[in-house]
């Protein structure tokens, strides 16, 4: 699949129309090299019908108030207990196989990495693709007792919400880390040949 570097700081000056997926990875500072010109240009990009896919940092960014491409918020965000960061545990999740991000996948159960301290409260506005149960749902590594589990229970991993006519697809841990999370891949590929140009598209329909 053919795909073009770009580096930040010239990407309000670069002509997105001739792109129909960007790619945000883990990392922050993107509004500081970006400005309000380039925060404006994304996101007049993905409402006429680009796939906007945001990794860890990257989609943490998406989620700022002076961005606000996505309306997801973080658990603790607005007031209540916080979570704990933890170095990494993996935790057993439901998927949605209908919806366009879930093609390919059997079960409707996959097991995720989870790692830092930023759990999303689900979205509202879009689907939520891969989400927590209730009650305990690690698998192996590391938790604090009392916070960890607690606070991931009922959110979500892996979100899209629909932006006009384009989706932000935002990756609570980066399934490209280290190459390491082969059960994500396949959602990693959804999200880059599917979300351009799919408006709510299930497998229902």
């Given at each position: 699949?053919?795909f073009?570097?770009?580096r930040?700081?010239r990407l309000?000056?670069?002509?997105?129309?001739?792109?129909?997926?960007?790619?945000f990875?883990?990392?922050?500072?993107?509004?500081g090299?970006?400005?309000k010109?380039?925060?404006?240009?994304?996101k007049?990009w993905v409402?006429?019908?680009?796939a906007?896919?945001?990794?860890e940092g990257g989609?943490?960014?998406?989620t700022?108030?002076?961005?606000?491409?996505?309306?997801?918020?973080?658990?603790?965000?607005?007031?209540?207990k916080?979570?704990?960061?933890?170095?990494?545990?993996?935790?057993?999740a439901?998927?949605?196989t209908t919806?366009?991000l879930?093609y390919?996948y059997?079960?409707?159960?996959i097991?995720?990495?989870?790692?830092?301290?930023t759990f999303?409260?689900?979205?509202?506005?879009?689907?939520?693709v891969?989400s927590?149960g209730?009650?305990?749902?690690?698998?192996?590594?590391?938790?604090w007792?009392?916070?960890?589990?607690e606070l991931l229970a009922?959110?979500?991993?892996v979100i899209?919400e629909p932006?006009g006519?384009?989706?932000?697809?935002?990756?609570?841990?980066d399934?490209?880390f280290?190459?390491?999370w082969a059960?994500l891949h396949r959602?990693f590929?959804?999200?880059?040949?599917?979300?351009s140009?799919?408006?709510g598209?299930?497998?229902?329909?």
């Amino acid at each position: 699949v053919k795909f073009t570097p770009i580096r930040l700081d010239r990407l309000a000056g670069t002509e997105l129309s001739r792109f129909n997926v960007l790619i945000f990875p883990d990392g922050d500072g993107y509004s500081g090299v970006l400005g309000k010109g380039g925060i404006d240009k994304v996101k007049e990009w993905v409402q006429k019908g680009g796939a906007l896919v945001g990794l860890e940092g990257g989609a943490q960014w998406l989620t700022e108030k002076e961005v606000g491409i996505s309306e997801v918020k973080g658990v603790g965000e607005e007031g209540g207990k916080k979570p704990l960061e933890i170095p990494g545990a993996f935790f057993k999740a439901k998927i949605d196989t209908t919806h366009f991000l879930g093609y390919g996948y059997p079960k409707e159960e996959i097991a995720v990495p989870v790692m830092g301290g930023t759990f999303w409260k689900p979205t509202k506005k879009g689907s939520n693709v891969v989400s927590f149960g209730k009650g305990k749902a690690r698998l192996s590594g590391f938790v604090w007792e009392g916070n960890t589990e607690e606070l991931l229970a009922e959110t979500a991993y892996v979100i899209d919400e629909p932006t006009g006519r384009g989706h932000a697809l935002l990756f609570q841990n980066d399934p490209t880390f280290r190459v390491m999370w082969a059960g994500l891949h396949r959602m990693f590929w959804n999200a880059l040949l599917f979300g351009s140009g799919t408006r709510g598209v299930t497998a229902e329909n």
